[in-house]
């Protein structure tokens, strides 16, 4: 206690300025409007920072939950859509009976492991069978297609991504009727080579690509990507379409697996239609 007291004795003129220096500025912040509003702003602007600051740690520490969220926003808000209703018109005795039936549902998955440069290249999600995922079923992302669920376990599936070399989806140049199949030349994982479009046509430059409706895999309209050069294949008929994929496979985290509620019910009509011509 003694050295405390001649600690404060010896320093005595420094606390004393302390004490007086702080006393003035309350004083001064108090009498005169300019200096309040000035010292608040001041403060005001140093705490707003340091706030700032915390919050987006706290918003880059979040970001998996965030995404999470989006995420399943995102499936949601696809399960809404308009366009993803299977327009069921009946007509008797000249009453038109519309009744709006969906006829794709999206499921949400997370990537959890990838490859992107091999000649042949999967995607691992965190979604399989207790899901409702089955194989066959298309797959999509933010920015577009991405590829086809190829095997299926309990918790997870494995996608056989666009860029492989068995992978055919068939496309189409937006606003033509014109389609062919699309392959991947195992070079660039950001081009895809569209096939099979006649050489009549006028292409646009940056036309969008998207998927032609065709089959029971994906919707019609899905964009696959842009269109960079073309030229015909060989002298023949036929275009050879660079196409730049709209989905980046290197920011892939995400993708929603579409199921086609009414694949089943198609597929097994087709399958009378080419068993009535074998016969």
Not at 17 to 23: A, D, K, L, S, V
Not at 133 to 160: A, Y
Not at 198 to 211: D, G
């Given at each position: 206690?003694?050295?405390?007291?001649?600690?404060?004795?010896?320093?005595?003129?420094?606390?004393?300025?302390i004490i007086?220096?702080?006393?003035?500025?309350?004083?001064?912040?108090?009498?005169?409007?300019?200096?309040?509003?000035?010292?608040?702003?001041?403060?005001?602007?140093?705490?707003?920072?340091?706030?700032q600051k915390?919050?987006?740690?706290?918003?880059?520490?979040?970001?998996?939950?965030?995404?999470?969220?989006?995420?399943?926003?995102?499936?949601?808000?696809?399960?809404?859509?308009?366009?993803?209703?299977?327009?069921?018109?009946?007509?008797?005795?000249?009453?038109?009976?519309?009744?709006?039936?969906?006829?794709?549902?999206?499921?949400?998955?997370?990537?959890?492991?990838?490859?992107?440069?091999?000649?042949?290249?999967?995607?691992?999600?965190?979604?399989g069978s207790?899901?409702?995922?089955?194989?066959?079923?298309?797959?999509?992302?933010?920015?577009?297609?991405?590829?086809?669920?190829?095997?299926?376990?309990?918790?997870?599936?494995?996608?056989?991504?666009?860029?492989?070399?068995?992978?055919?989806?068939?496309?189409?140049?937006?606003?033509?009727?014109?389609?062919?199949?699309?392959?991947?030349?195992?070079?660039?994982?950001?081009?895809?080579?569209?096939?099979?479009?006649?050489?009549?046509?006028?292409?646009?430059?940056?036309?969008?690509?998207?998927?032609?409706?065709?089959?029971?895999?994906?919707?019609?309209?899905?964009?696959?990507?842009?269109?960079?050069?073309?030229?015909?294949?060989?002298?023949?008929?036929?275009?050879?379409?660079?196409?730049?994929?709209?989905?980046?496979?290197?920011?892939?985290?995400?993708?929603?697996?579409?199921?086609?509620?009414?694949?089943?019910?198609?597929?097994?009509?087709?399958?009378?239609?080419?068993?009535?011509?074998?016969?």
């Amino acid at each position: 206690m003694l050295n405390l007291w001649r600690f404060f004795s010896r320093f005595s003129a420094f606390f004393l300025f302390i004490i007086y220096f702080t006393i003035s500025i309350i004083l001064l912040v108090r009498n005169n409007d300019f200096q309040r509003a000035s010292t608040f702003n001041t403060s005001n602007q140093y705490v707003g920072s340091i706030y700032q600051k915390v919050s987006d740690v706290n918003k880059y520490l979040h970001l998996s939950v965030v995404n999470d969220s989006l995420a399943k926003e995102n499936v949601a808000l696809r399960n809404q859509l308009k366009s993803s209703f299977f327009d069921d018109s009946v007509v008797i005795k000249a009453v038109n009976d519309t009744i709006n039936r969906t006829q794709y549902e999206y499921i949400v998955g997370e990537v959890v492991n990838k490859s992107i440069t091999s000649r042949n290249n999967y995607i691992t999600i965190n979604r399989g069978s207790k899901h409702g995922i089955k194989k066959g079923m298309g797959v999509i992302g933010p920015n577009g297609v991405v590829g086809i669920v190829w095997n299926v376990s309990e918790d997870f599936s494995s996608i056989q991504s666009i860029l492989h070399e068995d992978t055919r989806i068939t496309s189409s140049i937006e606003g033509t009727p014109y389609f062919g199949p699309l392959i991947w030349e195992g070079d660039d994982p950001e081009i895809v080579t569209l096939t099979d479009i006649p050489n009549q046509l006028n292409l646009k430059p940056k036309a969008r690509v998207v998927t032609s409706g065709l089959g029971v895999i994906f919707p019609k309209g899905i964009l696959i990507g842009t269109v960079l050069k073309s030229g015909v294949k060989g002298g023949g008929s036929f275009l050879d379409i660079s196409v730049k994929l709209s989905t980046s496979f290197y920011a892939l985290q995400y993708v929603y697996v579409i199921k086609n509620i009414f694949a089943a019910e198609q597929q097994t009509l087709e399958v009378q239609n080419k068993k009535s011509v074998n016969e």
